[in-house]
Structure formats: structure tokens, C-alpha cells
């Protein structure tokens, strides 16, 4: 995509997404990164890229890692109190992050971090109904966004709540993207949820936004074994804002 | 960015597919800045950061939010639409996105002249990025009353 821009100096890096740095606290990593992207200033005389050659010290140390919680419900009960029963399990984690790191990016919604049984009972509610357009109300929390495209953004706090919750966990082996998909998609309830909202929205099919949503809540190749993205790509874009 | 052989085969598959129908865009003007030790570095970022005051991204949002310099860890969100990306990196240490401390050691060494008062992000994943022409020749313009030399961007 740099070939494409064709930026002034760029330094390609080979690090998964979501960390442009390389390591997490690791000063000294993410500063030889900026180091070498700023040296371009003086030895680049026309539009280069350059690679980045070494690899993030921890990458790909996380092939072992597994949740030690067993999130296993009972599959007697409702989606959503198998959902509210999961979020319970991992509720003590989260707090115990949140006090450590003083902070959490638990919010994008509109809801409250003490808002998350509500978002969780929201969310389970649309995967049980299938009814993924209509408003959802739910007292005390101030929508940043209209369905479908909240439903999007629930899911990425629910997902953060869940995040956040592992984060705490003894051990030194801190799962990656995959890792977590694979978490997230294959042992909890959460996932579950995620691709029952996800078949709603295809139902949606009059619905444009509805479809692009679906791509939005699933990584690729985590829906029916393949892409949550539709082949149409004519979808509503707000050139406004 | 990944390489595409570290992805799901799926997402490299459309990543790879977005790439090549991206339209290509022209170098701009060559501009050589002052020498590191002396230039004021700006970071930009395309994570879809932005305060929690701030009104979030959205679909097709094609404006930015302005981070000041001085804005707390613990005020800013990322609202990215995206979700191929991994956000834990960021909940554990932001500066692995947004590298705000790295670049105030690297002004308190001397190795750059300063940290600029304001630092800018987008959210990223636009097929045409020829549609950020306005609001990138905007913050153009504000870096440079803002005395910065260098903008860092960082791509999420």
C-alpha cells in the first residue's frame, strides 16, 4: 500500500497489526524502530521504503498460550445468561487490569466500564432475537452510535472487557491477535454471540449497512471458516465527516 | 504492516486485493527539515484514536481528531471500525501506537529538538486515500503554525 501512496521516507516493518512499534513495553525496541525511520531523513534523496529486519523480541512466543479459566457453560441455559455467567467468570480479572494499568479502552459504545452485564445482555439479546436494526434501548447508557452499526461497537468492548480480563492472568505468555480469535471464537460464549449477531445481520439483506457491519464485527476468516466482508462494495460511506 | 504470510489466508487474500486496486497517488514536493536534533516532531496517527471527549470515528469518516500534547494515557480510545487489528498491544502500552513518551525521551536526550503541542489522528482502512487530501493539507497547515518539522506517521 506504501508503493501505492508513495510516501517520502517510510520504513516498512514486519510487525503484526495493531503493534506499528514492534514490543510492548519495550522502549528501547520501539526507539531503535523510530531510530531508523528518522535516518531516513538523511539518507533517502528521493521517495523510499525501507525495511525493518528485526523481528519484535517475544513474537511468535505465544503458540502455547491457553486461557487457564474454564469457560465451559452449562449448555442448559439462554444465550444470554451463558453470556452474563461468562462475563461473570472474567469480571475479577478485568478489575484487577484496570487497577493495574490505571486505565482501559473499555467505552467505544457509549457505555460505562460498570456498564458491561448491560452490554452483554444488549448483545445477547440481539443474538437470541436476530433483530439487529432496531434501536436498542437500554437504560443509562448514552449510544455512541445507531444500530447496526453499534452492535459493531458493543462487540469490540465486549471483546475488550475479555482482553483486559486475560491481560491479568499469571503467566509470561501474552496471547497475540490469533491467539485471541482463536480464544474468543473457539471457548467462549462471546463467540458464539458474535456469529449469531453476525448470521442476523446477513439476514439483514436489504439492509447495506447491515451487511458492511458483519465485516466489521468478524476478523477475516473467523465466519463459517472464511470472510465476514460481502463481495458488494457500493456501501453507505459518510463523505461528511 | 504484517507480512501477508502472517496473516489468515482470508484477510491476506483481501488485503492483498485492496492493495492493488488502490489507486496510486503521486510523491509530493521533496522537502529536506532541519536536522533531527533541531526539528519538532509531530506524530499522526491512522489508529482511529482519539480522546473519550471526542466524537468517535465511523464508517467512511474521512476527518481527524486533534491529541494534544499533553493528553493522559488513560483519556484516549481507539473507535477503528476495524477489526483485524489487535487492540490489547495498545491497552498494555499505547506507546506501542502512539509513541508520545518515546518521542519526549527522545527530546529530553536531544536526539530531536522537541514534541509538538498537538498530534493528529485518522482512522485509517480508506480503499482511495486520495480522499484525505483535504483534511491531510489541513493539518498541513496547523503543524506548520504549530513550528513542526517533521510529521511521524504511524500506520496502525
Avoid at chain 1, 434501536?135 to 462487540?155: G, K
Avoid at chain 2, 494515557?73 to 513518551?101: M, T
Wanted: hydrophobic residues 40%; proline residues 8%; glycine residues 8%.
Amino acid at each position: 500500500m506504501s508503493e501505492a501512496v508513495i510516501p517520502p521516507r517510510a520504513l516498512w516493518v514486519p510487525f503484526p497489526l495493531g503493534r506499528p512499534l514492534g514490543a510492548v513495553d519495550d522502549s528501547e525496541f520501539q526507539k531503535n524502530v523510530m531510530r531508523t525511520a528518522f535516518r531516513l531523513l538523511d539518507t533517502a534523496v528521493e521517495p523510499t521504503i525501507e525495511d525493518y529486519e528485526l523481528q519484535a523480541p517475544g513474537e511468535g512466543s505465544n503458540e502455547n498460550w491457553s486461557c487457564p479459566l474454564n469457560l465451559t457453560p452449562e449448555s442448559s441455559g439462554s444465550l444470554t445468561e451463558r453470556l452474563l455467567a461468562e462475563v461473570a467468570l472474567l469480571r475479577p480479572w478485568a478489575i484487577e487490569t484496570r487497577r493495574q494499568r490505571g486505565r482501559t479502552l473499555f467505552g467505544a459504545s457509549g457505555a460505562r466500564e460498570d456498564q458491561v452485564d448491560e452490554l452483554a445482555r444488549a448483545f445477547a439479546s440481539v443474538a437470541e432475537t436476530g433483530d439487529v436494526t432496531s434501536e436498542l434501548v437500554v437504560d443509562d447508557v448514552a449510544w455512541a452510535f445507531e444500530t447496526p452499526l453499534l452492535l459493531r461497537h458493543i462487540a469490540d468492548d465486549l471483546r475488550t472487557f475479555y482482553h483486559e480480563a486475560i491481560a491479568a492472568q499469571p503467566g509470561d505468555t501474552v496471547p497475540d491477535h490469533d491467539a485471541l480469535n482463536q480464544w474468543i471464537f473457539g471457548e467462549t460464549v462471546l463467540g458464539e454471540a458474535l456469529l449469531s449477531v453476525a448470521d442476523g445481520l446477513t439476514k439483514a439483506s436489504d439492509s447495506p449497512m447491515a451487511q458492511l457491519v458483519r465485516g466489521l464485527l468478524i476478523p477475516e476468516g473467523h465466519y463459517r471458516g472464511g470472510s465476514a466482508f460481502p463481495q458488494q462494495t457500493n456501501f453507505p460511506i459518510n463523505q461528511e465527516t | 504492516m504484517v507480512r501477508l504470510s502472517d496473516l489468515h489466508p482470508v484477510e491476506a487474500e483481501h488485503l492483498a486485493a485492496r492493495a492493488l486496486a488502490m489507486p496510486a497517488i503521486g510523491p509530493g514536493e521533496w522537502v529536506t527539515p532541519l536536522p533531527l536534533d533541531q526539528a519538532t516532531v509531530a506524530i499522526v496517527s491512522t489508529a482511529g484514536l482519539h480522546r473519550r471527549i471526542d466524537p468517535p470515528f465511523t464508517v467512511g469518516s474521512l476527518d481527524y481528531r486533534i491529541i494534544p500534547g499533553d493528553t493522559q494515557f488513560d483519556d484516549l480510545v481507539l473507535s477503528h471500525i476495524s477489526a483485524n487489528f489487535d487492540r490489547s498491544a495498545f491497552g498494555q502500552d499505547p506507546n506501542i501506537v502512539f509513541p508520545i513518551d518515546r518521542l519526549r525521551e527522545f527530546a529530553s536526550s536531544g536526539e530531536i529538538g522537541g514534541v509538538a503541542r498537538w498530534h493528529y489522528s485518522f482512522m485509517g482502512a480508506m480503499p482511495d486515500p486520495s480522499q484525505f487530501e483535504k483534511a491531510g493539507e489541513e493539518i498541513g497547515r496547523l503543524m506548520a503554525q504549530d513550528g513542526v518539522d517533521i510529521a511521524f506517521l504511524v500506520p496502525i
